[in-house]
């Protein structure tokens, strides 16, 4: 049976937040949820700025990212997580309210695996991210490998 990987999840709006924990819950994933409330918080668990990340912590299945984010937008976040060999690897789907074609060609440009734009009826909502989670925590075969990371801060 394949390793079970966390989820890392970096959104900043609380209404969002609970809605996505409560889909995730929903669809009975079993991954632990990590949550980052901000960019800074996604890179400091990603890309540790004092040395490189300790064993023992799975990486991510998939990262589920807003790209507008206090501290550090998304879209830098992504070039970073893109751009580094220990991390580019990783899925990252951006997860936002951005309906600007900028925004979706730049994603894409930088390595994003997929680019949902957030649902705004609530049952429309609930449903994306339920199958989000299933599609990308379940079903999709990451390649081999096994990078290992550091919690995010409580």
Known sequence: MAELKPILLVEDNPKDLELTLAAFE???LANDILVARDGAEALDYLLPADGPPPTGIKR?????LDIKL???DGIEVLQRIKSDPNTRQIPVV???SSQEE???????????????VKPVGFKE????????GSFWAILNEPP???HRLRDVRS
């Open 125 to 132: 909502f609930f449903d994306a991210i339920r199958d989000l």
């Open 26 to 28: 929903e669809a009975q």
């Open 94 to 96: 951006m997860l936002t």
């Open 60 to 64: 991510p299945a998939v990262i589920i």
């Open 144 to 146: 081999p490998g096994s």
């Open 102 to 116: 900028k925004d979706l060609v730049r994603s894409y440009h930088l390595g994003v695996n997929a680019f949902v």
């Open 70 to 72: 206090p501290k550090i």
